[in-house]
């Protein structure tokens, strides 16, 4: 697009950073007694909660041996939308110096700010599996939690991103058949709030500097420039006026 070609990887680095947040969730299930029987990590996938619906279901003559293993996490990138409240001046660059001479410069205009959003499920087929889950999840957003990712390697550029729960919500899907599957789904809704970024140029550093002085104002200054000189005099009364007792009178020259 416009002539140039790039590539900084930042929807998929807030992707990885998103999902590596509910990548190391773990279930206990213990017995009558309190004792652990079985532990076990909860697998995380890429893609929507439709496929895993619909692999719980297909098994319509009951002849496969695993259709998917419960409990299991999943997510998928739902939206990008661009996010005004967050704007920034658009004409300011960051720069670095490019390479150990010092006779070029890197440069890249301000980012876009962009709200990326994702939806999460967690499913299980008993409850206490689901609210194990769901309990390692909610505490660390209140409602907002903050990752770090690496944006610009070339322009040592690293960006702190907040990841907003927007909300959750239950589904208990029960009905058909005996024979149909049992699946209990929260769903959560996230914004992670990054930025993207726009090419890195390379340009020359400044070799030459034009400057021009005046040091006699009233001969040599342009006559686009005009000077004011303001003097303060003590008002005859305080009461007839609101400037605290004292006047201005102003004088103006112009060349």
Known sequence: MLGRTYYHEILRKTIIAFGSLFN????????????????????????????????LREDAALDKKIAVSLPRIGFELSGVEYDATRKLNKMIKTKKVKGTKGTEMLSQFSPVPYNVNFEMFVMAKNSDDGVQIVEQILPYFQPDYTVTINAIPSMDIIRDIPIVLESTNY?????????????????????AKTYMYGPVVTQGNVQKV?????????????????QFTATAVESSSALDDDNFGFNESLSEWVT
């Open 24 to 55: 190391d969730i773990h279930i206990v299930r213990t017995d009558a007694s309190g004792t652990t029987q079985q532990s076990m990590k909860v697998p995380l996938a890429y893609g929507p909660k439709q496929k895993f619906l619909v692999r």
């Open 171 to 191: 589904e208990d899907i029960y009905d058909g058949d005996f024979m149909t599957r049992r699946s209990i789904v929260y769903s959560f809704n996230f914004i």
């Open 210 to 226: 034009e400057i021009e002085q005046y040091a006699d104002m009233p001969d040599k200054v342009p006559p686009r420039v005009r």
